[in-house]
C-alpha cells in the first residue's frame, strides 16, 4: 500500500522562520526536515524558489542556507537536467551529545505530555476508511524497515499519529520535538530485540487509536516511550 504523504508535518516543517534570524532559522528548519527524514537520504528538496515561498524568506537566503549545510557535508547540489539540491547519502552522524540531565529531563519530557496527548486526541477522532488505511500502512511500513530505514519510518509513523490528531498547531511541536530525540538517538546503534519490542508497541498504540480506545492509547504511548527514555538515559549519561 503506497504511504499517504503526512500533509502537516511537511506545512510544519516548511512555514515560515522568524524575521529577525531568517538565515540561521532556514538552516536548522532544513536541518529538521533531514533529521525527522521528512526528506530522505538521496532524495531532493523541493526547489529553491518553493522553499523561498514556504519560509518566507528571499532565494538568497535560502541559497545561503543551503550552501552552508552543503559546505558541512549535509547537502549535495547537482548541475545539469536532473539536477538540484539532494540530501546526502549518508547524513553525516550528529556530534557526541553534550546534553546535560536537567535538558534532558526537558525534552524527554516534553514528549511524553505531547505524544501521549496526541495519542488520545486521535483515538478521540473519527477516521474515514482513507485516513485509517494510511494510518496503518505508516505501522507496515516500520514493520517493513530495514536497519538502516528504521529510525525514519519510526520517525514518520509517530508523525503520522501527531498528524492523526487533527490538531495542525501540535505537529510543529511534536516535530521540534522529535528533531531533537533524533539528534540523540543517532548517537548510539539501533538494538535488533529493541526493534522487535518497539514495533509491537507500535501495534498496540496504532489499534488503540483506531478502535477509539484513547486511555488504552495514551497508556501504550507513555509506555512505549519510556524504553526508548530508558535507552537515551543510559547511552547519554
Request: glycine share 6%; charged share 25%; with cysteine.
Amino acid at each position: 500500500m503506497t504511504e499517504a504523504p503526512l500533509e502537516e508535518v511537511h506545512r510544519a516543517v516548511y512555514r515560515p522562520v522568524r524575521e529577525g534570524n531568517a538565515l540561521e532559522d532556514t538552516v536548522a528548519r532544513l536541518v529538521q526536515t533531514l533529521r525527522l527524514g521528512v526528506v530522505a537520504p538521496g532524495e531532493s528538496l523541493p526547489p529553491e524558489r518553493e522553499l523561498a515561498s514556504r519560509f518566507a524568506v528571499s532565494r538568497d537566503t535560502v541559497r545561503d542556507a543551503i550552501k552552508e549545510l552543503a559546505d558541512a557535508g549535509y547537502l549535495v547540489r547537482r548541475r545539469g537536467r536532473y539536477g538540484g539540491t539532494f540530501v546526502a547519502d549518508p547524513v553525516p552522524p550528529p556530534a557526541h551529545s553534550t546534553a546535560t540531565p536537567a535538558e534532558i529531563d526537558d525534552i524527554l519530557g516534553l514528549r511524553r505530555v505531547l505524544e501521549a496527548g496526541a495519542a488520545r486526541a486521535a483515538a478521540e477522532r473519527t477516521f474515514s476508511a482513507e485516513e485509517r488505511a494510511a494510518l496503518w500502512a505508516r505501522h507496515e511500513a516500520t514493520v517493513a524497515a530495514g536497519a538502516g530505514e528504521y529510525r525514519r519510518a519510526d520517525t514518520l509513523l509517530h508523525l503520522a499519529i501527531a498528524e492523526a490528531a487533527g490538531i495542525p498547531s501540535l505537529v510543529p511541536l511534536i516535530a521540534e520535538n522529535r528533531a531533537q530525540v533524533n539528534v540523540w538517538l543517532d548517537t548510539f546503534p539501533l538494538l535488533p530485540r529493541n526493534i522487535e519490542h518497539s514495533n509491537a508497541q507500535h501495534e498496540q498504540v496504532v489499534t488503540a487509536i483506531l478502535s477509539g480506545r484513547a486511555d488504552a492509547a495514551e497508556a501504550c504511548v507513555l509506555a512505549h516511550l519510556a524504553g526508548s527514555e530508558a535507552l537515551l538515559r543510559g547511552f547519554l549519561a
